[in-house]
């Protein structure tokens, strides 16, 4: 079975400091993905930063990286010099390569940036 | 543009009806989703369509119905058995292969009285 874990519910940082957002994997699929996504209170769901299981360096796009561990099977969103717009919820999301075109969701994150 | 559109935005309803929520893609996917958000709660997959002609249920599928009569589009039918209906309703699709992201569209907000 695959199943996300996020066990932070809410994050609070202060502006221009670096968080970090938790979230831990279980799957029995040999190759998979590891996504973040954003969601502001519009609702809308926004991509930020995508991990493969074969992947030997840590993704970064911008100020998002992934801290990957795989034998913790682990992968932490780290934002670093958090901005007042970063104040959303973040989901951790994994899709495998058995999982028939599946994406399995945590229950997400809520962070918020105080000035 | 490519990208995903789901209409309308903000749906009301009384209960007993059905109701039908539309998504389209142009981004030429071949796998749709469609999942339920209550507030401050995760996403729960309700229906998700591989192929035209093909869908499968997800976690919560009761209460709801799909169709993928075209690679286009997946609308999603709320029906009068679905206890809770009030949600907002998200759509999303992707090419295959575990390295793909999901491309979401901006979602339904679905109020049923």
């Known amino acids: 079975a695959q199943k996300i874990t996020q066990t932070q519910p809410g994050m609070f940082v202060q502006e221009k400091e670096a968080v970090t957002l938790d979230c831990t994997y279980d799957?029995?699929?040999?190759?998979?993905?590891l996504f973040w996504y954003k969601q502001p209170s519009s609702g809308e769901m926004i991509f930020l930063i995508y991990?493969?299981?074969?992947?030997?360096q840590n993704a970064t796009e911008g100020r998002y990286s992934l801290n990957f561990q795989k034998a913790r099977k682990s992968a932490n969103l780290v934002i670093s010099a958090s901005q007042l717009g970063d104040s959303a919820m973040y989901f951790c999301?994994?899709?495998?390569?058995?999982?028939?075109?599946?994406?399995?969701f945590g229950t997400g994150t809520s962070l918020t940036v105080i000035p | 543009d490519g990208g995903i559109t789901q209409s309308p935005k903000y749906l009301f309803r009384k209960e007993g009806q059905n109701v039908t929520l539309s998504c389209e893609q142009n981004?030429?996917?071949?796998?749709m989703y469609w999942y339920r958000q209550d507030p401050g709660q995760g996403l729960r997959l309700i229906y998700y369509?591989?192929?035209?002609?093909?869908?499968q249920k997800g976690d919560i599928a009761e209460g709801y119905s799909v169709s993928r009569e075209k690679k286009e589009s997946f609308p999603l039918t709320v029906t009068s058995a679905q206890k809770n209906p009030t949600a907002f309703y998200l759509c999303?699709?992707?090419?295959?292969?575990?390295?793909?992201?999901?491309?979401f569209g901006p979602g339904t907000r679905l109020t049923v009285t």
């Open positions: 999301a994994m899709r495998g390569d058995n999982t028939g075109n599946q994406f399995y």
């Open positions: 799957t029995s699929d040999q190759s998979y993905g």
């Open positions: 991990q493969g299981s074969y992947d030997e």
């Open positions: 981004l030429n996917h071949d796998a």
């Open positions: 369509s591989q192929i035209v002609n093909d869908f």
């Open positions: 999303a699709s992707a090419f295959p292969g575990q390295d793909r992201q999901q491309y």
